[in-house]
């Protein structure tokens, strides 16, 4: 079994910055994609950014060139540095990530969700 833990997430004024991050523990052969999706109230959960093992890196347009997503693969941790933040981009984040058990058996995992508020 995988497990997810999700740490960073507060209140900041609008263009200000901050950084979460998502650490992955248990039984785990290797972690695949990881990424970060965000769910206001009211709306459906969409995707952030996600990564691949190999850097490889995929944005929502909403953020291109304001967020950063990256990971170390040694702590089987990714992180995702948000700047110039905006109010529309309040919401619960959470963590995403394809875990490997074993060499034949993978499923996807989700983080308990930390709230980003950005004040106007």
């Known amino acids: 079994q995988g497990h997810l833990v999700e740490s960073g997430g507060g209140l900041v004024q609008s263009g200000g910055s901050l950084r979460l991050s998502c650490a992955a523990s248990g039984s785990i052969y290797r972690v695949n994609n990881m990424g970060w999706y965000r769910q206001a109230p009211g709306k459906q959960r969409e995707l952030v950014a996600s990564i691949t093992c190999g850097g490889s890196t995929n944005y929502a347009d909403s953020v291109k060139g304001r967020f950063t997503i990256s990971r170390d693969n040694a702590k089987n941790t990714v992180y995702l540095q948000m700047n110039s933040l905006k109010p529309e981009d309040t919401a619960v984040y959470y963590c995403?990530?394809?875990?490997?058990?074993?060499?034949?058996?993978?499923?996807?995992?989700w983080g308990q969700g930390t709230q980003v508020t950005v004040s106007s």
């Open positions: 995403n990530a394809a875990i490997k058990t074993d060499l034949f058996t993978s499923r996807d995992y």
